[in-house]
């Protein structure tokens, strides 16, 4: 049976969706970021795996919390968007109500997620500022039981951070060897809590590797 389907023609009528993100990912977020991420975004709604990930940015780069502004430009009309961004938007209103203080980093680190997906490509330091090595080398010392708040709380989140810390160690063990793909693969796939999907997003994105990224998403649309 012949097939007509053209791949080249799906990107194309693709890229007329706004809510979708460019092949120019890297003007959004970091291949670190990307790879830290697709953990977090495991089993929950993408704009609390950005809190998530964002929470973890400030802990791991304290140097961040300087881009803290009062009051956020426009932070009635994100808020109101949120309302239309389903449970995920709603959550992170809600921790935004939760804040106890104008300086709450719950507070700046829901605002930012917020605009990042109003905005992908927008002034966002707290999302897109490029990782510091030593933010890196931080994350196996930081106390993740102050990052297990609302919205974010409990064993399920703090599981996702401890496979984190096991992602990061084996990444730069991986970086400081001679690999090939199929090796660098093997070695991800090795972490604890860490399946096909996001061992092939952290070969791309983290490390460069040309490794295909074959999920159920892609299977259904195909």
């Not at 968007?81 to 809600?94: E, F, I, K, V």
């Not at 160690?169 to 996001?198: N, Y």
Request: charged residues 25%.
């Amino acid at each position: 049976m012949k097939c007509n389907f053209r791949f080249s023609e799906l990107i194309a009528a693709l890229a007329h969706f706004p809510g979708l993100q460019t092949k120019e990912y890297e003007r959004n977020q970091s291949g670190i970021d990307r790879g830290l991420e697709s953990v977090l975004i495991q089993r929950t709604n993408r704009e609390l795996a950005t809190y998530a990930l964002v929470r973890l940015r400030i802990a791991a780069m304290p140097e961040l919390a300087s881009n803290f502004s009062m009051p956020i430009e426009g932070e009635a009309g994100l808020l109101a968007w949120a309302g239309s961004q389903g449970a995920g938007g709603a959550m992170l209103r809600t921790a935004i109500r939760l804040a106890t203080a104008d300086n709450d980093v719950r507070r700046h680190a829901a605002l930012a997620a917020l605009k990042y997906y109003r905005n992908r490509e927008a002034e966002n330091p707290l999302v897109k500022k490029p990782w510091a090595e030593a933010g890196l080398r931080r994350i196996p010392m930081t106390n993740f039981e102050e990052l297990l708040q609302y919205p974010t709380p409990g064993g399920f989140w703090l599981k996702k951070f401890e496979t984190i810390r096991r992602l990061i160690a084996t990444v730069q063990e991986i970086e400081s060897t001679d690999r090939t793909d199929e090796q660098v693969m093997q070695a991800l796939l090795e972490v604890k809590g860490v399946g096909p999907q996001t061992a092939s997003m952290t070969a791309l994105f983290w490390l460069n590797r040309t490794t295909p990224i074959i999920d159920g998403y892609l299977a259904r649309l195909l």
